[in-house]
């Protein structure tokens, strides 16, 4: 996710002049508001350009599909190989989103791992709920390619205001999903298995399944701030290295909402 990726922080994705110590709410609006700088003075091949980003990330999309198979072909006869692959996925996650400089191996290693614990975790899914990979992922693609378009069409943009709600509803959701993980742990929502996503109910629709409905938005969201933050570092002139940041960027939201629309499918199943 863009607000979860210090990589974007990069002066390559900025429209604050370099030298600045502070920003006001008024002049981070008027950022968002206008088109942002270019650097002629860089060679056009080694520019970041849009066509580049999307070749990256097709490139590390396929390496995760690679991985999603060889997870969901080992899950018996490797049934811990998944979980591992969760462990190495999150350390190459937080190594890439701290490191200054993209590094495509890394990046790549990442997309490896990532896939290896999807497909894994995919394979239980579809085991208990049969169907529901494929509605998970015909979702995801969905919601991708519904915001690409709009984005692209001008429809959707991010926004300073938007994104301080966002902030707020990515901060209350990671709390939530911490007191619910200690909540099933310790036994405190009479043995449900989702916890208070499948204990409490409103209207008679789980609380599991509205959550998945606004995380759903929030991924959209966040999607548009991967796009954006990549439409301004092609606007930038930015190196073409951080192509594969962007690539990365939008890797992890769609990670991130492809599980989000398997929990929630699966709540509602149930």
Same mark, same amino acid.
């Given at each position: 996710?863009?607000?979860?990726?210090?990589?974007?922080?990069?002066?390559?994705?900025?429209?604050?002049?370099?030298?600045?110590?502070?920003?006001?709410?008024?002049?981070?609006?008027?950022?968002?508001?206008?088109?942002?700088?270019?650097?002629?003075?860089?060679?056009?091949?080694?520019?970041?350009? +849009?066509?580049?980003?999307?070749?990256?990330?097709?490139?590390?999309? &396929? *390496?995760?599909?690679?991985?999603? %198979? @060889? $997870?969901?072909?080992?899950?018996?006869?490797?049934?811990?190989?998944?979980?591992?692959?969760?462990?190495?996925?999150?350390?190459?996650?937080?190594?890439?989103?701290?490191?200054?400089?993209?590094?495509?191996?890394?990046?790549?290693?990442?997309?490896?791992?990532?896939?290896?614990?999807?497909?894994?975790?995919?394979?239980?899914?579809?085991?208990?709920?049969?169907?529901?990979?494929?509605?998970?992922?015909?979702?995801?693609?969905?919601?991708?390619?519904?915001?690409?378009?709009?984005?692209?069409?001008?429809?959707?943009?991010?926004?300073?205001?938007?994104?301080?709600?966002?902030?707020?509803?990515?901060?209350?959701?990671?709390?939530?999903?911490?007191?619910?993980?200690? +909540?099933?742990?310790?036994?405190?929502?009479?043995?449900?298995?989702? &916890? *208070?996503?499948?204990?409490?109910? %409103? @209207? $008679?629709?789980?609380?599991?399944?509205?959550?998945?409905?606004?995380?759903?938005?929030?991924?959209?969201?966040?999607?548009?701030?991967?796009?954006?933050?990549?439409?301004?570092?092609?606007?930038?002139?930015?190196?073409?290295?951080?192509?594969?940041?962007?690539?990365?960027?939008?890797?992890?939201?769609?990670?991130?909402?492809?599980?989000?629309?398997?929990?929630?499918?699966?709540?509602?199943?149930?």
């Amino acid at each position: 996710m863009a607000i979860n990726n210090p990589a974007y922080r990069s002066e390559a994705f900025s429209d604050k002049p370099q030298g600045s110590a502070q920003v006001s709410t008024a002049q981070l609006e008027q950022m968002y508001n206008q088109p942002p700088a270019y650097d002629p003075q860089a060679p056009v091949n080694e520019r970041m350009t +849009i066509d580049d980003t999307l070749m990256k990330s097709f490139a590390a999309f &396929g *390496l995760l599909l690679v991985g999603a %198979i @060889a $997870g969901w072909m080992t899950v018996d006869s490797m049934p811990y190989l998944w979980i591992g692959a969760a462990l190495v996925g999150f350390v190459l996650a937080m190594v890439n989103i701290f490191k200054r400089e993209p590094s495509p191996v890394l990046i790549l290693a990442y997309a490896l791992a990532q896939g290896v614990f999807l497909g894994g975790v995919s394979a239980y899914y579809e085991a208990a709920y049969p169907g529901i990979v494929v509605q998970a992922s015909v979702a995801t693609l969905c919601v991708v390619g519904v915001t690409l378009a709009l984005f692209a069409s001008g429809k959707i943009r991010a926004s300073a205001k938007a994104t301080k709600v966002f902030m707020i509803a990515m901060i209350s959701y990671l709390v939530f999903s911490l007191v619910n993980l200690g +909540i099933m742990i310790f036994g405190g929502a009479d043995g449900n298995p989702w &916890g *208070l996503r499948g204990s409490v109910e %409103i @209207a $008679g629709i789980p609380l599991g399944v509205i959550l998945g409905v606004l995380v759903v938005i929030m991924g959209a969201y966040s999607l548009v701030l991967d796009f954006d933050f990549i439409q301004r570092g092609v606007r930038n002139g930015a190196p073409r290295k951080y192509g594969w940041t962007g690539a990365f960027g939008i890797m992890v939201t769609v990670v991130w909402l492809y599980l989000e629309i398997l929990r929630m499918i699966a709540i509602a199943r149930d």
